[in-house]
Structures are given as structure tokens and as C-alpha cells.
């Protein structure tokens, strides 16, 4: 009688296995991706093909270019004046910490101290644009006009939504333009600051 139970359950365990295997019991479903922009419209809005299942997606931001004066390409979003921002970014204690130690080193004159400083608070909040600023504007009083203007062009890519960091960037870029003899450069900046 055993024998005969362990036969009956191998044959019901094989019978499940084949079961679970045999084409034509199971389809598998096929997302339709295929997407067509929609005519005379937004040509940035991109509907799915069938628009009773479809989604509208509509890019946040479109990315340009934006020429340093050593005529390197940047990426960085448009500047594009938005509603005040009530973005609060609560900075690590860290950060705090060597923000200030760098503040007081550049107080003091030791300006590669305080660059030391903000590279290694650049290191522990790659995301936050105050240390960005603070490193451009030490670039910019050692006189190393174009690192400035790349670190201060990568911390306004690092701070859409929050106007009033763009603004402090935007003013900062204008003066190391102005720096560097790039008066015309600094113009733009300083009206691309006065929008936000």
C-alpha cells in the first residue's frame, strides 16, 4: 500500500509539472510601449498609440547647453523664472560644520584651507548648493575663474526649485564673469539672477 501512495503522488507531482509547463493554458501579457506625438499640440507631449489605455507624459524640463568662456559645454536646466519655491533642504551637521570652518579660513586669508574644506563637503553632499556656491566663490578669490564658473554652473543645475539659491549662483556667476573680464557674460548672468 505505500508503494502505491508514493506512485500515486510522483505521477500527481509530475502531472502539476507538466501542467504548469504546457503552451497554450498561460499567455503572457504584452505591454504596448509604441508611443506617436500628438499632431499640432505641444510637440513635447507624447501620448500612447491606443489613447483610451494611454498616458500623457509631458517632460519637466527640457536641458540646454550652456557655454563656459573657455567655450566647454555644461548641461544644465533652462532658467526659467518659476513660482516662489518653498523647498526647505535641511543641511547635515557635518556640512554645517565645515561651511563654517571654511567661512573662518577664508576670514583669515588661508583661502586653500577653506577650498580644502568645502571639497570635503562637497564629497558628503554632492546635492547641496550651498557648498557649491561657497567652493565657486573660493575658486573665484583664488582667481581660478573657469573652475569657479563650472562649480557655480553645476550648483544652479543642483538647485532648480529653490529661487533664492538660484539667484545667489546667478549673482555669483555674473561676478566671476565680470572677474574674468567677460563683461558681456556677466550681463547675462546678473539678468538670468534678477528673474528669480
Known amino acids: 500500500m505505500k508503494i502505491h501512495t508514493k506512485k500515486c503522488l510522483a505521477v500527481g ?4 509539472l507538466a501542467g504548469c509547463s504546457s503552451p497554450g493554458i498561460y ?8 508611443t506617436v506625438a500628438v499632431p499640432d499640440e505641444n510637440p513635447s507631449v507624447v501620448t500612447a498609440a491606443d489613447p483610451s489605455i494611454g498616458v500623457t507624459v509631458t517632460p519637466v524640463s ?11 559645454s555644461i548641461e544644465v536646466a533652462p532658467s526659467v523664472p518659476v513660482a516662489p519655491s518653498s523647498v526647505e533642504v535641511q543641511q547635515n551637521p557635518a556640512i554645517i560644520a565645515l561651511l ?6 577664508t576670514n583669515g586669508g588661508n583661502l586653500r584651507a577653506a577650498q580644502t574644506s568645502l571639497q570635503r563637503a562637497q564629497r558628503i553632499a554632492p546635492r ?8 565657486a566663490d573660493t575658486h573665484r578669490r583664488l582667481g581660478e575663474f573657469l573652475q569657479a564658473e ?6 544652479v543645475a543642483i538647485a532648480q ?6 539667484r545667489r549662483l546667478w549673482t555669483l556667476i555674473a ?12 550681463d547675462k548672468a546678473a539678468g538670468i539672477a534678477e528673474r528669480y
Open 13 to 16: 507531482l509530475l502531472l502539476t
Open 150 to 155: 563650472q562649480v557655480a554652473l553645476k550648483g
Open 161 to 166: 526649485g529653490q529661487n533664492t539659491q538660484l
Open 100 to 105: 563654517d570652518s571654511a567661512k573662518q579660513q
Open 27 to 34: 499567455k503572457t501579457p504584452i505591454e504596448d510601449r509604441s
Open 175 to 186: 561676478s566671476i564673469r565680470n572677474d574674468s573680464g567677460d563683461v558681456e557674460g556677466a
Open 62 to 72: 527640457p536641458i540646454q547647453v550652456v557655454r563656459s568662456q573657455r567655450d566647454e
Open 128 to 135: 547641496d548648493p550651498e557648498v557649491y556656491y561657497s567652493l
